[in-house]
């Protein structure tokens, strides 16, 4: 059986301000994809630059960087 755990994937800006939580919820272990509509959290288009986003699932946990053009 696959083990489940809340999973948050979350953007933030080069000043670590949260910008978009794009999925936090319970999954199954596995694989998925989302694709990111430069949207934040409050409804507007994001300014072209540099961004973060932080992956956590259980005791997995990463940060990446992004580039939106």
Do not use: H, P
């Not at 272990?29 to 973060?52: C, H, P, T």
């Amino acid at each position: 059986m696959y083990k489940e755990s809340i999973v948050r994937l979350t953007i933030y800006d080069v000043t670590g301000i949260l910008v978009k939580t794009l999925v936090n919820e319970n999954r199954k272990a596995g694989y998925y994809s989302i694709l990111w509509d430069e949207i934040d959290d409050n409804g507007q288009k994001v300014s072209r630059g540099i961004y973060f986003y932080c992956m956590k699932a259980g005791n997995f946990k990463a940060t990446r960087k992004l580039t939106v053009n």
